[in-house]
């Protein structure tokens, strides 16, 4: 299984920037989708996380500003983020919660992450 993530990019304060990653190989089923960020020097937190149903749970930084979204169809999960702030700025990685088989285990799968500056 592999996530590719695309969308990051520059930007400045109160901007937006869409982030899509898309899931593709042996995929019989995804449970929770998310979006988790790094930036220097700190540790990796998430940001935003959806069920298979639609279920959302935003970190309180974002909340309010980011929303996450997924297309069960094309196994994509993206995330709409709008008045950026220079705190935001972080590398973004998706992640993917797969099963391969309709009585398997769940595996846990992340993109090689996207960067999101957020500066003037």
């Known amino acids: 299984v592999q996530l590719q993530a695309s969308g990051g990019g520059l930007v400045q304060p109160g901007g937006s920037l869409r982030l899509s990653c898309a899931a593709s190989?042996?995929?019989?089923?995804?449970?929770?989708m998310g979006w988790y960020r790094q930036a220097p020097g700190k540790e990796r937190e998430l940001a935003a996380i959806?069920?298979?149903?639609?279920?959302?749970f935003y970190a309180d930084s974002v909340k309010g500003r980011f929303t996450i979204s997924r297309d069960n169809v094309n196994n994509t999960v993206y995330l709409q983020m709008n008045s950026l702030k220079p705190e935001d700025s972080a590398v973004y990685y998706c992640?993917?919660?797969?099963?391969?088989?309709?009585?398997?285990?769940?595996?846990?799968?992340w993109g090689r992450g996207t960067q999101v500056t957020v500066s003037s």
């Open positions: 992640n993917a919660k797969v099963r391969s088989s309709r009585y398997g285990p769940t595996y846990n799968f």
């Open positions: 190989g042996s995929i019989f089923s995804i449970d929770s």
């Open positions: 959806i069920s298979s149903g639609g279920s959302t």
